[in-house]
């Protein structure tokens, strides 16, 4: 299973902390679009994570095998 992951910015301007969520359907997308998301804010105080949530975004389901005994008509 795949699972919607939340990649969250935060950051600090004039004493106020501000944060950004955006949703990707994977970890993988998510962990792509950090260091991009995160560039602009790398040089304040800040900080950017992706965090897993519990929704399932893809089932990867596999058929089953066809008995051996089972004979096509």
Do not use: H
Not at 26 to 53: F, H, K, R
């Amino acid at each position: 299973m795949t699972f919607y992951t939340m990649l969250v910015l935060t950051y600090v301007v004039a004493g106020v902390e501000i944060e950004k969520k955006t949703l990707y359907r994977t970890a993988y997308e998510c962990g792509n679009a950090l260091p991009t998301v995160y560039e602009p804010y790398q040089d304040m105080d800040s900080m950017a994570q992706c965090i897993e949530t519990d929704k399932v975004s893809a089932l990867l389901l596999k058929p089953k095998l066809r008995p051996k005994n089972l004979r096509l008509k």
